[in-house]
């Protein structure tokens, strides 16, 4: 069974500029995770959906991030303008729905200079 | 507002002994927990998992424990092995009319030989 596909795996790009990032979920998955891991931290939630519909962007800075899963399948997320407190690594996670384990990409390395 | 803690930022120990991480959480509405284990530039990897409703679930090395009066988890890990040395993370589904998963700081296991 493949895994969940992230791409790029690595970005570097200058502040101000915009990025996005792609994810492509384990098939049959209903629910669909972005992360947000900084140095030294634990991932934070950023956005979960189920299907095609979001269920919870709490903490999604909705003034420069955005996330669309198309058709209840490949997700992107993006930034615009990123800021330099963006650098971060990115995860994507998939679970058959929710309470039920949650399968994650290899990431992508967001550096913001 | 960390809901889920790892107090422990490290831990040490030798090859053959048990291995203890510890988490606690904060909110009652946290209904099934798991534990990820994460090597360097890859994305956290699904270990074990345990629901509200049992207090012990165990998978070969590895078990975790549940005191849901004391809102606190452990993974047991023996014997430890050089292999298992990564940063492992203590996740929590919160169920608030939907199942959101919050993750841990995380604690990073070296294990000597």
């Known amino acids: 069974e493949a895994g969940v596909a992230q791409s790029p795996r690595y970005k570097i790009i200058e502040k101000r500029q915009s990025v996005a990032f792609w994810c492509n979920p384990i098939?049959?998955?209903?629910?669909l995770y972005w992360y947000q891991q900084i140095l030294g931290q634990g991932p934070k939630l950023l956005i979960q959906?189920?299907?095609?519909?979001?269920?919870?962007d709490s903490q999604l800075p909705k003034d420069r991030f955005s996330a669309e899963r198309l058709k209840g399948v490949d997700s992107t997320l993006k930034i615009q303008p990123a800021k330099l407190e963006d650098s971060a690594v990115y995860l994507c996670?998939?679970?058959f729905g929710t309470g039920t384990e949650a399968f994650f990409g290899q990431g992508t390395r967001l550096t913001v200079v | 507002d960390q809901q889920v803690k790892q107090n422990s930022p490290s831990l040490s120990v030798q090859e053959g002994r048990i291995s203890i991480l510890n988490c606690d959480y904060t909110?009652?509405?946290?209904?099934?927990f798991l534990w990820y284990k994460k090597y360097p530039a890859e994305g956290p990897t699904f270990l074990i998992s345990?629901?509200?409703?049992?207090d012990k679930n165990e998978d070969g090395r590895f078990t975790v424990f549940l005191n849901k009066s004391a809102k606190h988890l452990s993974l047991h890990i023996v014997p430890s092995q050089p292999g298992d040395s990564a940063v492992y993370f203590c996740?929590?589904?919160?169920?608030?009319?939907?199942?959101?998963?919050?993750f841990g700081t995380g604690t990073r296991l070296l294990v000597s030989p």
């Open positions: 996670a998939s679970s």
């Open positions: 098939s049959g998955h209903a629910t």
């Open positions: 959906f189920q299907n095609n519909g979001v269920v919870d």
């Open positions: 909110n009652s509405m946290f209904d099934y």
């Open positions: 345990i629901s509200s409703i049992k």
């Open positions: 996740a929590a589904y919160l169920n608030t009319g939907f199942q959101k998963l919050v």
